[in-house]
DNA sequence: AATGAAATTATTGCGGT
DNA sequence: ACCGCAATAATTTCATT
């Protein structure tokens, strides 16, 4: 996001090195490296950091202790697994009873292919990111799981055609 | 995605032991294992999955090189990093001219707050995952690397009140 | 392809600064 | 907090099956 002078907010960070959430510099730079190479071990971390290998581990693990670097995870190629298909599906909730909502949103994350369930502002209430095998199991999916639960208002489906994740990479 | 014994499409495979893409039980119990932490020791992979760590440093090297693995990925607390909102912006392209399409995509990724971009069927042609540090950051997205774009007829914005990845984002 | 053993390299705890 | 060092552990190569 580009910087911006005007805007309110939190006032600008006076003390040199430390920027958002009491992360300095070099934290900034170890996550970084981490969201491009997860697996770039600690050795190389430190060399890239300028700081010793053992400070560098502490670093790190300070990073997840604080929730800063959740984990890590490999990035799979779904087609090489027999999901070549992805989807996105828009989904209206017909009551917005709070229990439907919750309930919702307990089951979907589990249901078969489910890659991530983002719960969003405006006219459509969830949008779900899937993998199936083939449009015949993908149209089952949403007969089976989002069509046939009473929660469930409407469910627009888009085909993705292709996904480009920013690098570096963050959350899918 | 459920079975569907009477869906067209490739045949199913007949051989024991392998499954799509030509891997087999253990190399999806490799990447299985990977999906869920992408920093699981070679050793401990080898342990699980009941092989000798020589032979799975070749798996999962082999995993790689033939892109069944793409990568290792830190998962990253944005709020932690100072970007605590994220959005879903669905963007419909103006002139379907291909060359504008071909340069919107290639342009975008690397817009700062981006996290993916989706190219989808339907309404709409786009759908960008952002994150931004506050609202006003969000609106100056937009209207600076969206709105002023010719190429963008329209760009809707949806906040993310809650992303909720699937564990593991991999079907097994 | 898979393995065990050996060599290399990385991780990790700790005492000192 | 950071670092260097020493001990432990993991990775990687390679000869063999």
Redesign the pocket.
């Known amino acids: 996001m580009p910087k911006d002078r005007r805007s309110p907010g939190p006032a600008p960070r006076a003390v040199p090195g430390t920027t958002p959430g009491?992360l300095?510099e070099?934290d900034r730079e170890l996550v970084r490296l981490l969201t491009v190479d997860g697996r770039?071990?600690?050795?190389?971390?430190?060399e890239a950091t300028?700081?010793?290998?053992?400070?560098?581990?502490?670093?790190?693990?300070?990073l997840r202790e604080r929730g800063v670097i959740r984990g890590f995870h490999a990035d799979v190629d779904l087609g090489a697994l027999g999901q070549p298909l992805q989807a996105l599906i828009a989904i209206r909730i017909s009551t917005h009873s709070r229990d439907e909502i919750d309930r919702f949103r307990a089951k979907v994350p589990a249901l078969p292919g489910v890659l991530s369930l983002f719960h969003v502002s405006g006219a459509n209430d969830y949008l779900l990111h899937v993998s199936a095998a083939s449009p015949d199991a993908l149209r089952e999916f949403v007969l089976d799981h989002l069509t046939a639960d009473p929660a469930v208002a409407h469910a627009e489906t888009s085909l993705i055609f292709e996904h480009v994740r920013a690098t570096p990479a963050a959350p899918v």
Chains 1, 2 share one sequence.
């Open positions: 009491g300095d070099v770039m071990p600690n050795n190389a971390l430190a300028g700081i010793a290998p053992s400070t560098c581990l502490t670093r790190v693990r300070s």
